[in-house]
T-cell receptor, first 114, second 115 residues
């Protein structure tokens, strides 16, 4: 059973701080890694994707991937109350195309308090 | 950017009836459509994968005769929940992708309540 594990939280950070979200995955052959944000009652929206080891930055968000450790993280700098949501880590299966089935983690609830 | 339109956004139906949910890709050809179900405070669980023009592949534990998926064209996929029961009440979400590397685009979701 391929698994994606996240700390369910809740993770609470003050406004302006850095929020750090972590994710581990069991399928060593996974190729593509995604972070989604989901507000209550809404469908997920893509924040970032990463394929290669190292860091990828997009605005206030940085994704970090370490395939040897089977670990992917998301850093949110200058956190805002509007960032309060559930953050889902998703991983594609190995052996398929880059756009195969996604396996989602259980999500981390982030609360940014003023 | 790529947009997937999902309808209806909310539906309430009586136990024993069937409900159809539609997902349309508005500005790209969706060669593959994924259907997910999400119960409260849980993550997305993949129900099935459908490729245009072929039968859907269902995940283990998902009844294919209960959750009928049709992906007849490159822009439309439907999920029909047949003989719905209260335990089928959930948030259903579709996601589309293409061979051209558009990535995954999610529909806005359908909140199904069976009474």
């Amino acid at each position: 059973q391929k698994e994606v594990e996240q700390n369910s939280g809740p993770l609470s950070v003050p406004e302006g701080a850095i929020a750090s979200l972590n994710c581990t995955y069991s399928d060593r052959g996974s190729q593509s890694f995604f972070w989604y944000r989901q507000y209550s009652g809404k469908s997920p929206e893509l924040i970032m994707f990463i394929y290669s080891n190292g860091d990828k930055e997009d605005g206030r968000f940085t994704a970090q991937l370490n395939k040897a450790s089977q670990y992917v993280s998301l850093l949110i700098r200058d956190s805002q109350p509007s960032d309060s949501a559930t953050y889902l880590c998703a991983v594609t299966e190995s052996g398929g195309t880059s756009y195969g089935k996604l396996t989602f983690g259980q999500g981390t609830i982030l609360t940014v308090h003023p | 950017g790529a947009v997937v339109s999902q309808h209806p956004s909310r539906v309430i139906c009586k136990s024993g009836t069937s409900v159809k949910i539609e997902c349309r890709s508005l500005d790209f050809q969706a060669t593959t459509m994924f259907w997910y179900r999400q119960f409260p405070k849980q993550s997305l669980m993949l129900m099935a994968t459908s490729n245009e023009g072929s039968k859907a592949t269902y995940e283990q534990g998902v009844e294919k005769d209960k959750f009928l998926i049709n992906h007849a064209s490159l822009t439309l996929s439907t999920l029909t929940v047949t003989s719905a029961h209260p335990e089928d009440s959930s948030f259903y979400i579709c996601s589309a992708t293409t061979r051209q590397g558009v990535g995954y685009t999610f529909g806005s979701g359908t909140r199904l309540t069976v009474v």
